[in-house]
């Protein structure tokens, strides 16, 4: 079975500052994909980033990018000029390629981000 | 993305009563349908796929006869929570199926059940 572990479960910058978010997971499969979720305290699951695995090339989305190490099973994410509003939950998550049967996603304990002003 | 709508958003009970919670796809039909469960200040922990025209999969650990899963349409699944009772308590969140090309899944806004 698939793991995904968040070490750091708070965290807290400065407005404008880089954050950068660790995930680490398990899995014994060569394909499948890697997301980062935001869930601000409306609670909405909001998805940041994602990642192919057989990709080699490191997502990126705005202010967001990750640094995806394959070998080393780590997926982290980095947050470059932060923003109030990127105060949230963030989890990591863990899904199968579709024809490995249901698309279940599998997430870390999550790391609560402050950004302060 | 798709619109996923779960009613009510928030739920009060007394113990031994049922709640039922509906999820529901706005613009997107859906043979299944996830449901996760959230404890304040935790990660989410599926419970169980809705699958349209048969019985829901259950995860390990998850009492198939507490919460009821019923995927009535392509549009609507429902989680009855049944003779509740204060350990249900929680914030419950259903979500659509990866699609398109980026294997996003959609998550509803969520329900948060108390149970007195």
């Known amino acids: 079975a698939q793991t995904v572990t968040q070490s750091q479960p708070e965290m807290s910058v400065q407005e404008a500052e880089t954050v950068t978010l660790s995930c680490t997971y398990d899995?014994?499969?060569?394909?499948?994909?890697l997301f980062w979720y935001k869930q601000p305290p409306s609670r909405q699951m909001i998805l940041v980033i994602r990642?192919?695995?057989?990709?080699?090339q490191n997502a990126t989305e705005n202010r967001f990018s990750v640094n995806f190490q394959k070998a080393a099973k780590s997926f982290s994410l980095k947050i470059s000029d932060s923003q109030l509003g990127d105060t949230a939950m963030y989890f990591c998550?863990?899904?199968?390629?579709?024809?490995?049967?249901?698309?279940?996603?599998?997430f870390g304990q999550g790391t609560r981000l402050t950004i302060n002003p | 993305g798709a619109v996923v709508s779960q009613h009510p958003s928030r739920v009060i009970c007394k113990s031994g009563t049922s709640v039922k919670i509906e999820c529901r796809s706005l613009?997107?039909?859906?043979?299944?349908m996830f449901w996760y469960r959230q404890f304040p200040k935790k990660s989410l922990m599926l419970m169980a796929t809705s699958n349209e025209g048969s019985k829901a999969t259950y995860e390990q650990g998850v009492e198939k006869d507490k919460f009821l899963i019923n995927h009535a349409s392509l549009t609507l699944s429902t989680l009855t929570v049944t003779s509740a009772h204060p350990e249900d308590s929680s914030f419950y969140i259903c979500s659509l199926p990866p699609a398109g090309s980026y294997n996003e899944q959609f998550f509803g806004p969520g329900t948060r059940l108390t149970v007195l």
């Open positions: 899995t014994s499969e060569s394909n499948y994909y």
């Open positions: 990642q192919e695995a057989y990709k080699q």
């Open positions: 998550a863990f899904m199968k390629p579709k024809y490995q049967g249901a698309q279940k996603l599998v």
């Open positions: 613009d997107f039909q859906a043979t299944t």
